[in-house]
């Protein structure tokens, strides 16, 4: 092949591979804003929660602590997952403390990051 034929495929396969790495850009954009977006999960299991007057009593409580950004109760598997701000935190004994005020005991507390959080 001659010279100039070669650098010519050369800058069209390379323009190709720009054009595809610009319109991808966005999505990976996103995809980070949207992991950072949330903090760290909090999964505690409640013993005596039975009921939906329960669960939005908790949901009211745990609304109002600036560090959390979503709460989710679970009656059948009497769990709550408490999602945290990016850079909050909220410590147990003060989720402890929620919980046991609003009349219920603690049986165990999880914690976990929220990398799940990426769109795909």
Known sequence: MDCKVLRKYIMKYLNLILIIVLVSLPNVWSNTVEASKYGETITAHVKGMVCDFCARGLEKVFKSEKAVSKIFVNLDDSIVSIRMKP??????????????????????????EAKSETKT
């Open 87 to 112: 850079d909050k935190n909220l410590p147990d004994k003060r989720i402890k403390e929620l919980i046991m005020k609003n009349g219920y005991s603690v049986e165990k507390l999880t914690r976990s």
